[in-house]
């Protein structure tokens, strides 16, 4: 696996986790060692990835010190809303502090880079990382059992809380926590004592402790979350009378599921590829640095040894093919997985001469890692043959494939209608013509969107108003218009809340300059004074009189007065969905259509369950993908057991509808 990047310093390190800046890589000098010239300083810098093979890093920003580091991790808190572009960079430090640092301001030469300073551990922090799902929180672990939860809502001022109580027993040093990749507001952490801890933070408390029962007293020196099974989670051991690693499964946390044994010495560090969960690289006190498929337990390849024992792998969160290791000998080195052909060259030395270790040779890789492999694939032959394959199965299908005069026909029926560019005609035949009331209504309405007054006509679609009815005018904010149709729903006059009447008459009180209080009681008095109070009273007028009654007519006519369609579309009544779809598209703007109708198709698929209606909601929403995605989940596309049938509807349908909705 050949070196495509290395800083010359021994630092612990961590990379950015925002696709934005996925090529940043944070060192900060590790605790613990020192340089061959005893410089006893303490940086934390910031590297951008060049990949100009083995050439050293650009340093593109830097921060001078004065404690050393034992653990940093890079989280994404303030990226989504870009109050901070670059994240957040925690580093823990070997005094038991973490400092929260802004990598924006530390690139930027800025003069206060530290955002806040963190003082509640009372030992070295060696276990620190932020949520990938909720990137405010952080978790620490250090001496004495300590596991904390910082909330960095407001960077600057951060809120310290604790997961819960500690374990009874003597307190040991934490060495690593982990989030779950699955379950966010599940934290693991192992110590030096050979006890690992899964907490639950809604629960405040921990749920499982366990031990490995063979060496009670072993060190533990990693625990990882496997990336794709929420309940699978691995522990390292650097203990030299027990090197290796063991699988747990926490429904049955008696006893691990697999160990994974090939270092002749101590783990001191191991990663769990987040884009494939069957990549997991280790490093050991033997100078050795394995790659594994943690299902099997075979050594996939291992890269060239250092001259010391490296400290820290990992692998890119973002950039799925490389990732980094820390080694004593003085040097942070960027592999990269996609070319792993690479031996090790000859034979390291220490800075006294002497090899530290005998040296292995680096071992290619043998298997493509996932981000490399084709999920399905299928080839035609001679003789009506079809070769297929998935990645659920190791066993490759072949079968025979007949021609079908009757999928011929339909073939030739769609290519001729989208050469001749009938797609209303097609569509109106195969509404005919459909198997189902379901299959009728999608070729209904694709007609209707082929059509170039489509607003009108989805209308008629609905069975609201005549098709042939004049065209809706435009919608004005500030014009509370009738409904043009009579919704299907309501077969009993709506009640009015009537005006409750005031002791002075709108007149007598205008006459002494209140025309705020001439507003008040006897609408339609009120609306007509208002009309000559200004806007502003206007305005005030009309929404109290709107607000007056919450009939379900006076929520659509706030809806189209205040153009507020987002909101009546998430609160609207499902069983009457159709009268939803047709008052947005009779008075919304056709910027907030597709969203709107998105909205509502979403809410019939998720909360009412109404495959069908949610289907016809991401038509109109222009929404292939949608669309076809939950007629793909919730229809039988085998035909009565012809399944090349079913395939060339699902053809037809997705053919229309994209040519439908150019």
Not at 371 to 396: D, M, T
Not at 451 to 461: K, M
Not at 500 to 523: F, H, I, K
Request: hydrophobic residues 40%.
């Amino acid at each position: 696996m050949p070196k495509v990047g290395s800083i010359p310093r021994s630092a612990t390190v961590a990379w950015s986790s925002s696709n934005e800046h996925s090529g940043l890589l944070a060192a900060g000098t590790v605790a613990g060692a020192i340089s061959d010239t005893f410089d006893s300083t303490s940086h934390l810098d910031v590297f951008s990835l060049d990949l100009q093979g083995g050439a050293e890093l650009p340093l593109v920003g830097s921060l001078a010190c004065n404690d050393r580091f034992s653990r940093l991790t890079w989280g994404t808190k303030g990226v989504a809303d870009g109050s901070l572009p670059y994240g957040l960079l925690a580093a823990g430090t070997a005094n038991g502090s973490v400092q929260i640092v802004d990598p924006g301001r530390l690139i930027s030469r800025h003069d206060a880079p530290v955002v806040a300073t963190i003082d509640s551990h009372s030992g070295p922090v060696r276990g620190l990382e932020f949520n990938p799902a909720v990137p405010e929180l952080l978790a620490s672990g250090a001496a004495e059992s300590e596991v904390f939860i910082t909330d960095l809502t407001n960077p600057s001022t951060p809120r310290v809380v604790s997961p819960g109580a500690k374990s009874p027993g003597p307190g040991a040093d934490i060495s690593c926590v982990a989030w779950n990749r699955r379950v966010t507001h599940i934290l693991a952490s192992t110590s030096h004592n050979g006890l690992s801890v899964v907490w639950d933070l809604k629960l405040k408390k921990p749920v499982i402790n366990f031990t490995n029962s063979a060496n009670r007293g072993q060190r533990n020196s990693v625990i990882a979350w496997n990336p794709e099974v929420a309940t699978q989670i691995i522990v390292a051991s650097e203990d030299d009378a027990f090197p290796s690693m063991q699988i747990w499964d926490l429904r049955n946390a008696f006893a691990p599921v697999k160990e994974l044994t090939g270092h002749s010495k101590g783990i001191l560090t191991a990663s769990w590829c987040p884009q494939d969960e069957n990549l997991l690289i280790s490093s050991g006190k033997d100078n050795r640095t394995l790659c594994w498929d943690p299902a099997t337990g075979e050594v996939l390849c291992e890269l060239p040894p250092s001259a010391n024992w490296t400290f820290d792998v990992q692998w890119s969160p973002c950039l799925p093919a490389l990732l980094s290791s820390a080694s004593f000998s003085g040097e942070v080195a960027v592999h990269s997985l996609a070319d792993a052909s690479a031996t090790a060259g000859a034979e390291e030395t220490g800075a006294d001469g002497f090899s530290v270790q005998e040296p292995h040779a680096g071992k290619p890789m043998i298997r493509a890692p996932k981000w490399l492999r084709r999920p399905c694939g299928a080839s035609f032959g001679f003789g009506g043959k079809l070769v297929r394959f998935s990645h659920k199965s190791s066993e490759v299908t072949i079968e025979d494939v007949p021609s079908d005069t009757g999928v011929v026909a339909r073939a030739e029926q769609l290519r001729a209608a989208l050469e001749a560019g009938d797609l209303a005609g097609f569509c109106a035949h195969k509404a005919e013509a459909a198997p189902s009331e379901r299959d009728a209504d999608d070729w209904k309405l694709m007609e209707v969107l082929c059509s170039h007054d489509q607003r009108t006509l989805v209308l008629g679609f609905l069975g609201l108003v005549d098709p042939n009815a004049p065209p809706p005018a435009e919608p004005q904010a500030e014009a509370a218009y009738e409904p043009q149709y009579e919704p299907q729903y309501e077969a009993q006059p709506e009640p009015v809340t009537p005006a409750t009447p005031e002791p002075q008459p709108p007149l007598q009180e205008s006459g002494y300059g209140n025309r705020d209080g001439a507003a008040d009681g006897r609408v339609a008095d009120a609306l007509i004074l208002a009309a000559s109070g200004g806007e502003e009273l206007w305005a005030a007028t009309r929404d109290q009189y709107l607000a007056s009654n919450k009939s379900a007519f006076m929520s659509r006519l706030s809806a189209v007065v205040h153009q507020d369609f987002d909101r009546y579309v998430a609160e609207s009544s499902l069983p009457a969905w159709k009268e939803t779809l047709a008052l947005i598209h009779t008075y919304a703007s056709a910027e907030a259509l597709q969203g709107l109708c998105n909205l509502l198709g979403e809410r019939l698929e998720a909360e009412a369950g109404d495959a069908s209606a949610a289907v016809l909601c991401y038509m109109c929403a222009a929404n292939t993908v949608k669309a076809v995605h939950v007629h793909l989940t919730t229809t039988d596309w085998a035909d009565n057991g012809h399944w090349l049938m079913g395939l060339k509807r699902l053809i037809e349908l997705v053919g229309k509808l994209g040519v439908a909705l150019q």
